[in-house]
């Protein structure tokens, strides 16, 4: 027969086996749970991820699309009915019998085809701003807005940058404030826009604003083909690293503000 201590030992051993096991199974299946959850968390993180990217993928192919159309219509409107123009002037010279008709035609048939290569020079420096390579990026930004200003439009510019940049940033900059001085042209009927571009430490802020008729961007669906200018500046924005925030509203304008951060 057991004595009571031995009694008492023996419970106190079973007993601390069974909590060591209680606890060890709990141990186990707070493991599993966490590990579960976990493996729940990262799916979600990559169907995010994947949702992500099949939504930017399908913004750079609508914005793509948007581009291949504007040079279409580019092409369309302003090189076809100029070559039209240009070529009635040319077939109208051999019906004329006065040397003074037949140079006034001569000249004005000149005169359209003069206007065509300029054209064809913007087009193309739109697909590929040999500007920045020639004059270099700030300089490039002043001619822009100068050549917004030729238009009618008062502009201000305000560059204030210590920093090289990068190619790949400087174009998408450039590319950025093409496209918004763009849409601000075609939407807003603005009288003033303002471009600055400034450095403070290890960030670089560029401000596009103007003073037309704004819109309500909380509101505003960027895949539909009305906003594929504001799509193209986020997927810019987004490829140089740049955080976009816009403000607008009806009636007050716009500002497009993207800050960089700059590397050491």
Avoid: W
């Avoid at 990262?42 to 169907?47: L, S, V």
């Avoid at 581009?67 to 302003?78: A, C, N, P, Q």
């Amino acid at each position: 027969m057991e004595k009571p201590g031995e009694l008492e030992f023996a419970h106190l051993l079973f007993g601390g086996l069974a909590f060591a096991l209680f606890l060890s199974l709990a141990i186990v299946l707070f493991i599993m749970l966490y590990q579960r959850k976990l493996y729940r968390q990262q799916k979600d993180m990559q169907d995010q991820e994947l949702a992500y990217q099949k939504n930017l993928t399908s913004l750079v192919v609508r914005s793509q699309e948007n581009e291949r159309e504007r040079i279409s219509r580019d092409l369309h409107d302003e090189i076809g009915v100029s070559l039209s123009a240009a070529k009635l002037y040319i077939s109208q010279i051999q019906y004329e019998t006065s040397p003074t008709e037949m140079i006034q035609l001569a000249g004005d048939a000149n005169g359209i085809i003069g206007n065509i290569v300029q054209d064809i020079r913007q087009i193309a420096q739109n697909l590929s701003p040999l500007i920045l390579e020639n004059f270099g990026f700030q300089q490039a930004i002043r001619m822009l807005m100068t050549r917004i200003q030729a238009g009618g439009i008062r502009t201000e510019c305000y560059i204030d940058l210590d920093a090289t940049l990068e190619k790949e940033t400087e174009l998408g900059l450039y590319r950025i404030i093409q496209e918004a001085t763009g849409n601000a042209l075609k939407h807003a009927n603005p009288s003033l826009i303002e471009v600055n571009l400034t450095q403070e430490k290890q960030q670089l802020t560029l401000s596009i604003s103007d003073n037309g008729t704004g819109f309500d961007y909380q509101k505003t669906d960027l895949t539909k083909t009305t906003s594929m200018g504001l799509s193209g500046i986020k997927i810019r924005a987004g490829l140089i690293n740049g955080q976009l925030s816009v403000n607008s509203s009806p009636e007050t304008g716009t500002e497009i503000k993207i800050i960089i951060p700059l590397t050491a």
